[in-house]
């Protein structure tokens, strides 16, 4: 089952259900309010929900919102004039409508990276992660890294350097340099997924990666089958991803889908049903 939002432009689109409302956050700092308790109902544009800092200048992209011990925080990019380059920060807020302030001293991510797509993630010792896209116009060899690095109880700062978890060439379903829109995912059977997004021979598309001991630090490999592709849905690519469980019980994927505009469709929020099977993610 495919459910195609009423929001006729979203990039990134991330989901947050609170007391039955629902959220939906995408670049551009954007948020829109769902009240009907349907995710086919009406979304009202709240506009930008998050503060600029002085020295972000660009590329506000990819805000994901995560509660965290009663509070709101974002982790988001963009572009700073400190020191030339994308990198993810974190913000916070007591209401999910914002405003959201950024808590950090610019940038968490290295200064010197490229650095994009920031998801938050708690481990079973209760440890907190950012897991972050090392974007490959920073690496060495052009090709893209997902990497994660432990935070600080509040957030504001790295207390581990950061380890690289794949390359974007990985997969046998690509031979791209994207490593786009991370988002980690618990099995029942303890198994840690990431879904993640790069670009198949269909175009923009949403992979799974596993580690082999149930935590970041793992050994990541990449399954063959594909969780989101434009062969899969018959119509449009699409892709950076997120997980969420709704109203009636369901746990759906959202994405953007395409992933450019066609003819007169833009990049729509869509949210495809899905469930846990064998270890794995598929369509509900």
Known sequence: ????????????????????????YGTGWVCYKNTSGSLDGDWEFL???????????????APEVHKYKGSFYMITTYFSSKNNHRGCTVMKSERPEGPFVEISDGHVTPSDWDSIDGTFY?????????VFVHEWTSTDDKIGRMAAAKLSDDLTHFI?????????????????????????????????????SNFCPQ??????????????????SQDETLLYSKDM??????????????????TYLS????NSPVGNRKETPIFVAIREENGTLVWD
């Open 47 to 61: 506009g930008q929900v998050a503060v600029a800092p002085d020295h972000a200048v660009k590329c506000f992209w």
């Open 203 to 220: 175009g923009y598309c949403v992979g799974i990666a596993r580690s082999d001991n149930g935590k970041i630090d793992g050994k990541w």
């Open 1 to 24: 089952m495919i459910i195609t939002s009423s929001i006729e432009q979203l990039r990134d689109p991330c989901i947050l259900l609170e007391n039955g409302v629902y959220y939906a």
């Open 122 to 130: 708690v481990d079973e010792d209760g440890q907190p992660w950012m």
């Open 255 to 258: 994405i953007h889908s395409p």
């Open 160 to 196: 581990s350097e950061p380890i690289e978890l794949f390359r974007a060439d990985d997969p046998v379903w690509t031979n791209e340099r994207v490593t786009d829109g991370c988002w980690m995912y618990r099995c029942e059977n303890g198994e840690l997924l990431m879904i993640w």
């Open 233 to 250: 849905a018959g119509t449009y690519d699409g892709g950076h991803g997120i997980i969420f469980k709704a109203l009636d019980g369901k």
